[in-house]
């Protein structure tokens, strides 16, 4: 039993212990051993360490994360330059990898170099390390993983002596990746990425939403002559390519955004009809609310408030007057006292509102009035009533 480092984003948390098991079972790599290392130039090398055993040392001082290296495969390199040597397997490998590189290929006396677990901005926690060498000496490069209970995994390791090579992704004509130099994919009728440009996650490749949900892995022109929606570097396996669409009918249906949309519907990306209301608060013309589809309450000339819209107690409340003054239906004059005129004036005044209106002209409206005439342009105030259910009392000579 063996405790458990797990790796999260930049950090660690302790999750469990784990019962590490013997995996004898299985095949190891070739070069799993330092004395079976394998002989490699400068350039790009495939390698593997699915199943490979620990064999080489901790190194606690000088080395991240503890100095542990495990499940470790073993290459054994001349210096082809007296330089600094860059072994790098940054954002080219599936799997969270370390690289120790010793001076000497003396399996028995191994003579640290360099170590590194994460290279600077390299994806996926791949690594990268530059160390001095000496033209025609022999090191030996490790490279294993980030930790014992962590994913073996498998790509490409860069051996460069000197200044680094311009190599970057390449996409093939299969769609695949590889790590080239430009001319070389241009050569080979690729088209190149760009110096420095990783390979994971692929460049050219990724999943391809079709119009009818299906998912297909291609490049990103292919799937947008297809009409289809990209999603670079990723697989089918972690894209969803339907979800929930509401139809104004109130019905939920699993579809693509293609289909959903056609159909009239309304998509909602990542959702599933369980956790999606396609129904929603709908104000009816006398103010009352309920939770109905979009179609039923257009048909009852309602107002929709949105699917998921709950009705709460003032949603539908309108806001307007509470008496309303319309017509003046009729003129009584009153005749003059001092030279100054008296109306009374009727009108239809009406209380629509939902409160109970004091009236204070014994039980029937009587309004405070003011009198304007319009004379050249301006308007000029010729009359007023002192209070409601007042006579308006008006100047005539003026
Ligand atoms: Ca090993
Ligand atoms: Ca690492
Ligand atoms: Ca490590």
Not at 324 to 332: E, K, M, R
Not at 334 to 347: C, F, M, N, Q, R
Not at 367 to 387: E, P
Request: with cysteine; aromatic share 6%.
């Amino acid at each position: 039993m063996e405790s458990c480092m797990c790796r999260v984003r930049g950090g660690f948390a302790v999750v469990a212990a784990v019962m590490l098991l013997a995996s004898s079972a299985f095949a190891q790599p070739a070069n799993d051993d330092c004395a079976d290392a394998i002989v490699i130039g400068d350039g790009v090398h495939f390698y593997t360490n699915i199943d490979a055993t620990t064999d080489g040392p901790e190194h606690p001082i000088g080395c991240q994360f503890g100095g542990r290296t495990p499940s470790d495969v073993w290459f054994q390199y001349t210096a082809t330059c007296t330089d600094d040597l860059t072994v790098s397997t940054c954002g080219t490998v599936d799997y969270d990898s370390d690289i120790v590189i010793y001076d000497g290929c003396d399996c028995n006396n191994l003579v640290l170099l360099g170590c590194n677990d994460d290279g600077p901005g390299c994806s996926g926690f791949s690594s990268e390390l530059t160390v001095p060498v000496v033209a025609g000496n022999c090191y030996l490069i490790r490279i294993g993983k980030y930790e014992a209970g962590f994913s073996d995994g498998s790509g490409t390791v860069l051996v460069q002596c000197g200044p680094p090579a311009p190599v970057g992704a390449c996409c093939l004509p299969d769609d695949s990746c590889s790590q080239m130099l430009d001319g070389d994919c241009t050569g080979a009728g690729g088209v190149f990425q760009g110096v420095g440009a990783p390979c994971l996650p692929n460049p050219c490749s990724g999943a391809c939403c079709a119009t009818d949900g299906s998912c297909v892995t291609v490049s990103e022109a292919e799937c947008a002559s297809a009409n289809g929606t990209y999603d670079a570097g990723a697989d089918c396996q972690s894209v969803s390519c339907t979800a929930a669409c509401c139809q104004s009918d109130g019905s939920c249906t699993i579809v693509s955004e293609f289909q959903c949309t056609t159909s009239g519907g309304q998509y909602n990306e990542g959702a599933d009809c369980q956790s999606l209301d396609c129904t929603g608060a709908c104000c009816l013309p006398n103010d009352a609310c309920i939770v109905t589809s979009p179609l039923s309450c257009a048909q009852q000339n309602g107002q929709y408030n949105g699917n998921g819209s709950p009705c709460t107690p003032d949603l539908c409340l309108t806001i307007g007057p509470d008496i309303v003054y319309t017509d003046i239906d009729g003129i009584a004059d009153y005749g003059p006292v001092g030279g100054i005129k008296a109306y009374s004036l009727g009108s239809d005044t009406c209380n629509i509102g939902d409160e109970n209106m004091l009236w204070t002209n014994n039980g029937t409206p009587g309004l405070a009035m003011n009198m304007y005439r319009l004379h050249d342009g301006q308007l000029m105030q010729i009359g007023m009533s002192c209070g409601s259910g007042q006579r308006l009392r008006w100047r005539p000579n003026l």
